[in-house]
């Protein structure tokens, strides 16, 4: 198993490793948003949200064995166990880690600003960028860090500059109306 790695402190072996992977892939970069957190939660979910998490763990499994690169957006208290986790499902797969505070996709305060790790990602080669993860709330007009971890990535992400597109990837997160 290779070991885990944040998006600013990678080895130089693993960055040109990953770079290759997105050359590959045309510049297409996956980003998980905390993938587990419907397991880890202690709240209590409604049964339309409990009833998508079957479909959201497929199509998790089917994304780990793409051949897309990952970048995964966690909570820093459970990088360890995030990446434990996927490393179960699929040993081999390239994945950098990105550390947000606890519960939310707000980046945490080692990660810096969006703007550098937008400047990073597109330095490792990323041209267009596939979100997936828990919760997406499109139609939300609430609170932006309440269960909806998903928009606030994309939105962090977004830079036409530097990426041709940013999509969330429809059948791979887990919707939540609030």
Sequence with gaps: MTPMHELFD???G???????????????????????????????????VQKQVPAYQKALKRLLKSSL???????????????????KLEPDKPVIFISTLSSTSMLAEKTGDWKKVQRALHRLG??????????????????LFHMRCVDFVK???????????????????????L
Excluded: C, W
């Design 69 to 87: 690169p990952l970048v995964v957006f966690e909570e820093q208290h459970k990088l360890q166990s995030t990446y434990t986790k996927l490393k």
């Design 10 to 12: 990678l080895p130089p």
């Design 155 to 177: 939105d962090g992400l977004r830079n036409e500059s530097l990426f041709k597109r940013i999509h969330v990837l429809p059948r791979m997160v887990v919707r939540r109306r």
């Design 14 to 48: 693993h960055a040109e490793k990953f770079s290759k992977m997105l050359e590959k892939n045309k510049g297409k970069l996956g980003v998980l948003v905390h993938p587990f957190f419907h397991e880890e939660s202690s709240l209590k979910f409604e049964k339309p």
């Design 126 to 143: 990323a041209r267009s960028i596939y979100v997936a993860g828990e919760f997406h709330n499109p139609q939300s007009h609430g609170n």
